[in-house]
């Protein structure tokens, strides 16, 4: 079993950058957020199957939202939950793109898929729940989800642009979850890592350490 690598956040915003550079999508140039294709860089761009089968395979750690299996170059995603992802549609997506980022961080040797890199030692196959506390790979496989989606520099220039319109407000954090097609919560926790915006309690904030001084202010 070889040990997965550490990648900086650095490096995982660049990973991200790249594969859309290589569909296509320079993010440098882009004007107005956008929803990432991400299932049409998945089927097309890497040649994923996405298939819609029962996973019933629930541990106290979570209920397992999709897998991924490398050998078969196919993704799985969990029917019991459709209603759920149809419902909302941007975690759906975020699922998707989880699944990409073990294929692109996590497959080893993709012409033969035989190393994959796992902590569950031999294990073959990724399964991905939905709890909050998460074995490093699926951490990184979130992290890259987070940035294939909403990508960094596209994030900035947004961020600015609303800034330079007066205070940030609730409902433009919607419009531009919408826009991005991701949940709102995806979207205040990239806000939050990229150090743009903080959101709290429906509060939007320039930082967390802003809304810190606002606490002990109000003490
Ligand atoms: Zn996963």
Redesign the pocket.
């Known amino acids: 079993m070889s040990k997965f690598p550490y990648l900086s956040p650095e490096q995982l915003e660049n990973i991200a950058l790249h594969v859309l550079y290589d569909f296509g999508i320079n993010c440098d140039e882009q004007s107005t957020p956008m929803a990432i294709p991400i299932e049409e860089i998945i089927e097309f761009h890497y040649g994923l199957d996405f298939s819609w089968e029962p996973i019933d395979h629930f541990d106290s750690s979570g209920v397992v939202m999709a897998a991924i299996i490398p050998s078969q170059k196919k993704i799985i995603m969990n029917d019991t939950q459709k209603d759920l992802f149809s419902e909302k549609i941007g975690t759906m997506k975020f699922t998707m793109a989880?699944?990409l980022g073990?294929w692109v961080l996590h497959v080893d040797d993709k012409e033969n898929q035989q190393t994959v890199l796992s902590l569950e030692g031999d294990s073959k196959v990724?399964y991905?729940r939905s709890s909050s506390v998460k074995p490093p790979v699926?951490i990184q496989?979130d992290m890259f989800a987070g940035a294939i989606l909403m990508p960094k520099p596209v994030m900035q220039k947004a961020i600015a642009n609303l800034k330079s319109t007066g205070k940030i407000a609730m409902p433009s954090l919607y419009w531009l979850a919408q826009l991005l097609n991701v949940s709102i919560s995806a979207l205040c926790y990239r806000l939050k890592q990229l150090d743009l915006l903080y959101v709290r309690d429906g509060q939007v904030y320039n930082s967390e350490s802003d809304f810190n001084g606002q606490i002990a202010f109000d003490f």
Do not use: D, I, Y
């Open positions: 989880h699944e073990h990724f991905c699926e496989a």
